[in-house]
């Protein structure tokens, strides 16, 4: 079946610091994908949508400065968590789906900033 | 409305086997998500699946029927550790999240 590769699973990193998380679509074309972010003890939460070649459309109240996505090809997206700080710390997961067919999920990634 | 449904508790005896079952009623479905959960702590991914049939992983599990709004989590040769909440949770046509209410799974020696 479809295979989404997020990377890295889990990362440590210095408040101040940025950190880029990867997603990629091994077998099918990721026109569109999704990056959600989990908060403790409560649901995962869309962060933005971003469609290949076009910019991120962010969800209301999710700082677009602060979470660069970029969606440059059909196979890769990048969320990068600029300057970050440890209410950033949490677990991001992203989706893809090649047009309109299934979203397949990522395994995630376990964000720690110190 | 929406509407999850999954047993609040169940009690299994270690070293067995358990399945969680899981009834969805959502406003369109983009896949389905099982997290364990310990008291005080994050839930944990456990397993994805978008597509019917079974997908394995080691001792767990995870199965679906789009056609039925079904799914379940199986738990093989059950570990102490393994007590825990059990979430189901459901994408829906917004590729929103929607929860469970969880299920309390108790390990008996």
Redesign the interface.
């Known amino acids: 079946g479809a295979v989404v590769s997020q990377h890295p699973s889990w990362v440590i990193c210095k408040s101040g610091t940025s950190v880029k998380i990867e997603c990629r679509s091994l077998d099918f074309q990721a026109t569109t994908m999704f990056w959600y972010r989990q908060f403790p003890k409560q649901s995962l939460m869309l962060m933005a949508t971003s469609n290949e070649g076009s910019k991120a459309t962010y969800e209301q109240g999710v700082e677009k400065d602060k979470f660069l996505i970029n969606h440059a090809s059909l196979t890769l997206s990048t969320l990068t968590v600029t300057s970050a700080h440890p209410e950033d710390s949490s677990f991001y997961i992203c989706s893809a789906r090649e047009r309109e067919a299934e979203a397949f999920f990522g395994q995630g990634t376990r964000l720690t900033v110190v | 409305g929406q509407n999850i449904d999954q047993p609040t508790e169940m009690t299994a005896t270690e070293g067995a086997i358990v399945q969680i079952n899981c009834t969805y009623q959502t406003s369109g479905f ?2 389905l ?1 099982w997290y364990q959960q310990h008291a005080g702590e ?2 944990t ?1 456990l397993s ?1 699946n ?2 019917d049939g079974l997908e394995e992983k080691g001792r767990f599990s995870s199965f679906l029927s789009r056609s039925k709004g079904y799914s379940y989590l199986l738990l093989k040769e059950l570990q102490m550790k393994d007590s825990a909440s059990y979430l189901c ?1 459901v ?1 829906d046509s917004n ?3 929607i ?1 469970g209410a969880g299920t309390k799974l108790i390990i008996k020696p």
Do not use: K, S
Request: hydrophobic fraction near 60%; glycine fraction near 6%.
């Open positions: 983009n896949g998500f994050a839930p991914f994805y978008v597509l949770a994408i590729y929103q999240l929860w």
